[in-house]
């Protein structure tokens, strides 16, 4: 309808201007057109000219693309008129305010974020969300900008969520940051439920990497070797006694030896020397 009636403005202005006798000799001869004298053009004749100018420019002017994936939120005077979604060519009032929305599934993967856990310990966290806009309306008047708000809550859950388990549990089994499932469910849940106010959906939201701040980066590595090496030692000395006590068991069960108690720690003493020695050595080796 609108590419129709800007022709047919064309057309009625084209008319207004033979029938004033303004075309050139030369196109009227191409087009094969009567000639028509030229009295100049009268008052009446301009006011058509411009109301047919004034309706070409309002038909063309509202011609527009619809594309996959993108909407139009429109308001005149601030009040909002509706969201258009229709693909391809279509037709939208030039004296509504247009506003393309992207509503496909889109991801965001955040520069290196600031936290810390619940020992107070400085974190750098990069978090990666999957999100889309579900109610067009409310992302983009709800709010100034949805992907700013966006980001400041991730950054905001982030906060709340990692400061609730320490980033490693160097002694002791305990959950920590390092169950990037269980942080990431807890992430995504909590946003979900600050960004659905504003119409937008979030599917994920998972840390792809969660790291100690550089200037304690290297004392924390330092922790982590010498825990891994205590745990190492404890394991060792446990096979050691377990080793030891099978060994001493067996040969007083069986009648080889007949030992006292000076005896018997003695005899213990030895086979621990002996066999701890003996397994460190290996593990160094190895």
Known sequence: IGVVAGFLALAGCAAVVWWAGAVPDALGRML????????????????????????????????????????????????????????GLLWISPLLLRRRVDVRLRHWRSEPLSAVDAKGTALDVVVLVVWRIRDTVRAALGVDGHEAYLREQVEAAMARVLSQLPADAFHEDAPTLRDAEAVGEALTRMLSAECAPVGVDVFSAQPTRIEY?????????????????????DSVLTAVVDAV????????????????????????KDLTVAFYTGRTASGDGA
């Open 32 to 87: 094969r057109l009567p000639v028509r004298p030229y009295h100049g053009i009268h008052l009446g004749q301009w006011a058509l000219l411009a109301l047919g100018v004034l309706a070409t420019l309002f038909t063309f002017g509202g011609l527009g693309r619809g594309r996959v994936g993108h909407a139009y939120v429109l308001t005149l005077f601030g009040d909002y008129r509706g969201t258009v979604r229709r693909t």
């Open 213 to 233: 701040a550089p200037e304690i980066a290297a004392a924390m590595q330092r922790r982590r070797i010498a825990a891994i090496d205590a745990k190492h030692r």
């Open 245 to 268: 006590d099978d060994v001493v068991h067996r040969l007083t069960a069986r009648g080889l030896v007949e030992l006292d108690d000076y005896e018997r720690k003695a005899l213990v």
